[in-house]
């Protein structure tokens, strides 16, 4: 008998070709529309209806069952909260990987194993060995593995999924890069193949950090302060939309290009500099929190490692100490620049993503 797999379907393409190709593939698919969003916010109407339809419309094309599951509680509950508490907090948080982790690989797959599937599907590039043991190409099904395509690659937002979760969970898109995605798409007629990418916060569509926390945070105007002169250079409306290293957004005219290099919560103060090499602005050493590492064993204290300290960004090496609980510290061989208290390091060995944590 074909495993069951439910696939977590958005409405664009990627999910799309997902579901197709697990059809062909001989698996008894059920497309299911996580229902996690639908507020709109003012002068931007959000897209989950027209989403629901369109996944609705692929899955009849291809003749599979399909369900919506109603997440939206928690979703406010588990991430949106978590984002807009770490930002009222001065840190820079990333709600796509507590979505992953809180909902789509947590609340999707439990109800996804309720119903009777033996696993899940999501259109993400990654790659894991298959289902209970499966094996692709040596990999095993309980570990997350690069993408193919390292543009596209997604297993920085992933990298907070248990492993019981990924023995569950077929990635069937790690394998290929986007324009060979929507030529796929595109030869098996799905009406998504060529609709764009969302942008912006993970299922609320195409609208800014600043627009979307505006809705749920009172802020204050306050002074943005030259940290070498301590002149007040510019006014900011909250300094709870900053975050190291921008540059965009300040608006202060005239000379040099000015960066910000801290904020102060308490003040209302964000500080910038025009030096580029303002020690505050780079970072060779870096204490971790919370940590969650996939696998435990397959990392060791003062083991060599890649680690990724944003999405795209480069891998680069260091050396990670272990404290023996939920704390670390990377040493890395370069400075990298612009590391925010808030956002996610994560971890990677020989292509295999090991896990992650928070920057203190």
């Known amino acids: 008998m074909s495993k069951k797999i439910f696939v977590g379907m958005s409405g664009g393409v990627d999910s799309s070709l997902t579901a197709a190709l697990l059809v062909e593939q001989g698996y008894d698919v059920t497309g299911v529309y996580m229902k996690n969003w639908t507020q709109d916010l003012p002068g931007i109407q959000c897209a989950w209806a027209d989403d629901l339809a369109d996944a609705k419309r692929v899955a009849v094309g291809l003749g599979i069952d399909f369900k919506v599951f109603d997440f ?4 406010r509950d588990k991430v949106v909260q978590y984002m807009i508490d770490t930002y009222k907090s001065g840190r820079t948080p990333n709600p796509d990987i507590m979505c992953n982790q809180e909902v789509k690989f947590k609340l999707f797959l439990d109800l996804a194993l309720e119903n009777g599937a033996d696993g899940i599907a999501t259109g993400h590039y990654a790659k894991t060995g298959g289902i209970d043991g499966e094996n692709i190409d040596g990999m095993e099904s309980n570990k997350l593995y690069l993408a193919e395509d390292q543009n596209k690659d997604q297993t920085y937002f992933l990298h907070r999924v248990q492993a019981n979760a990924l ?7 790690g394998g290929f890069d986007k324009p060979t995605v929507r030529k ?19 299922f609320v569509g195409n609208v800014g ?9 009172e802020t204050e105007p306050g ?3 030259d940290k070498d002169s301590g002149d007040i250079v510019g006014r900011h409306d909250g300094a709870i939309f900053y975050t190291l290293g921008q540059r965009h957004g300040l608006n202060i005219g005239g000379g040099l290009p000015y960066y910000v290099v801290g904020k102060d919560m308490e003040k209302n103060e964000v500080y910038v500099s025009r030096n580029i090499d303002s020690a505050e602005l780079w970072r060779r050493e870096i204490d971790l929190a919370d940590l ?3 696998n435990p064993e397959d990392i060791k204290d003062g083991q060599e490692i890649l680690v ?3 999405h795209r960004a480069p891998l680069v090496k260091g050396v990670i100490h272990l404290d023996g609980s939920s704390g670390a510290k990377i040493s890395l061989l370069e400075d990298q620049r612009a590391i925010a208290a808030g956002q996610s390091m994560v971890i990677y060995s020989e292509g295999q993503c090991l896990g992650g944590a928070i920057v203190v």
Do not use: W
């Open 167 to 173: 023995s569950k969970t077929l990635f069937p898109l």
């Open 308 to 310: 990724r300290v944003r």
């Open 223 to 225: 002074n943005i302060i």
């Open 209 to 217: 950090i600043r627009d979307f926390l505006a809705q749920f945070v």
């Open 184 to 202: 796929m798409a595109e030869d098996r007629g799905l009406i998504t193949a060529r609709k764009k990418d969302s942008q912006g916060i993970c």
């Open 72 to 75: 939206e509680k928690d979703y």
């Open 292 to 294: 969650h590492l996939i």
